[in-house]
């Protein structure tokens, strides 16, 4: 985290995001693959080969639904961002979030902070990889302190009567605004993504189960 001359920054953490489907399949194919030479050399296959695909199929079955387990999937980048979308697009609510530290100290609700750290680090990074081409609408990146943000407001501007995303600093001056269709449809994006990389590892996970407890039936140990 930063820090800054007057101690107001609040600094920003993230979750964990959800590794590439390849990090956790790669490692479960040559683990499996492994032990199952080593059983076919011996001669014979074992009573347990078959509870070994279970236990991988009940692993893949838990992946497959962790978008749609609120309990594991706040706890993922994704699905905080996700949170932090509902709350910045509920029809009915106060569209602010805040950053943890003040909301704790306040005792503001759960939902005015869960996803805040992600979705700036999610705008943040997006704008810096963009800014240059000016595919955010912005010409250069904005000199904003980032770590010193600690309140996302949307609202109608009212210079342009626009609804936008407001950054404001700890200090309650506003940092940055931007037009709010990108940044929420930036955010809506990358959880869609995130859905379908977990969705996918889960039924590749799946699959060898599957698989491994089929082993023993197609194919016949020397």
């Keep these: 985290m930063g820090t800054s001359d007057n101690g107001n920054t609040l600094g920003i953490s993230t979750a964990p995001r959800f590794p590439p489907t390849r990090a ?17 050399c011996t001669g014979n296959w074992p ?24 309990v594991l999937w706040r706890r993922l980048y994704s699905g905080r961002l996700n949170q932090a979308y509902e709350q910045l697009t509920y029809r009915f609510g106060v569209l602010t979030m ?11 609700p759960k939902s ?8 700036v680090a999610t705008i943040r990074d997006s704008i810096n990889l963009q800014a ?23 609202a109608k501007s009212e210079e342009t009567g626009e ?6 600093n ?4 506003e940092e940055f605004s931007l037009e709010s269709d990108w940044p929420l449809s930036l955010l809506e994006r990358m959880i869609s993504q995130q859905k379908r990389r977990i969705r996918r590892c889960g039924l590749a996970i799946l699959v060898i189960g599957f698989i491994q407890q089929l082993l023993p039936f197609f194919i016949s140990a020397p």
């Design 47 to 70: 009573d347990w080969v078959q509870p070994i695909g279970l236990v991988t199929d009940i692993m893949g079955a838990t992946v497959l639904a962790i978008p749609d387990v609120p």
């Design 163 to 168: 609804d936008e995303l407001i950054f404001y």
């Design 112 to 119: 005015d902070y869960v996803g805040f750290g992600e979705t």
């Design 98 to 108: 805040y950053h943890p530290q003040y909301s704790k100290d306040n005792d503001f």
């Design 132 to 154: 240059s081409s000016n595919l955010a609408g912005i010409d250069e990146v904005p000199d904003v302190d980032w770590e010193k943000s600690y309140r996302i407001g949307r």
């Design 24 to 40: 956790l399949i790669l490692p479960l194919l040559l683990i499996l693959g492994f032990v199952d030479v080593l059983i076919y």
């Design 170 to 173: 700890v200090d309650g001056e």
